[in-house]
């Protein structure tokens, strides 16, 4: 079993930046990838970015591309999502989630577990 507990979200306006932290459980946690993930009221969740298993290489949704950066420091057991730039259709729930298994291959992409998330506000 994996937990992922969300933090670093808030009310920011337009232009501004957060970053947003995923601390993760267990002594695996750099086996896996890792992704972002969004989903705002009344839409359905929405892929933001995803980082593999050692952080070499990421992969973003076009929303997000150039604005947003994700990372991860293995040794912590976390992963970040540095958030730049911001405009008010980035307002969300944003949640982590864990890869199921080792496998890079974007977009083909599977996640199994998924934290209870962070709210994100941009106002205008």
């Known amino acids: 079993q994996v937990q992922l507990v969300e933090s670093g979200g808030g009310l920011v306006q337009a232009g501004g930046s957060l970053r947003l932290s995923c601390a993760a459980s267990?002594?695996?946690?750099?086996?896996?990838?890792m992704g972002w993930f969004r989903q705002a009221p009344g839409k359905e969740r929405e892929f933001v970015a995803a980082?593999?298993?050692?952080?070499?290489?990421?992969y973003y949704a076009d929303s997000v591309k150039g604005r947003f950066t994700i990372s991860r420091d293995n040794a912590k057991n976390t992963v970040y999502l540095q958030m730049n730039s911001l405009i008010p259709e980035d307002t969300a729930v944003y949640h982590c989630?864990?890869?199921?298994?080792?496998?890079?291959?974007?977009?083909?992409?599977?996640?199994?577990?998924w934290g209870q998330g962070t709210q994100v506000t941009v106002s205008s």
């Open positions: 989630a864990k890869g199921r298994g080792s496998s890079w291959q974007p977009p083909a992409l599977e996640f199994d577990y």
């Open positions: 267990g002594r695996t946690f750099s086996r896996y990838a």
């Open positions: 980082i593999s298993w050692s952080g070499g290489s990421t």
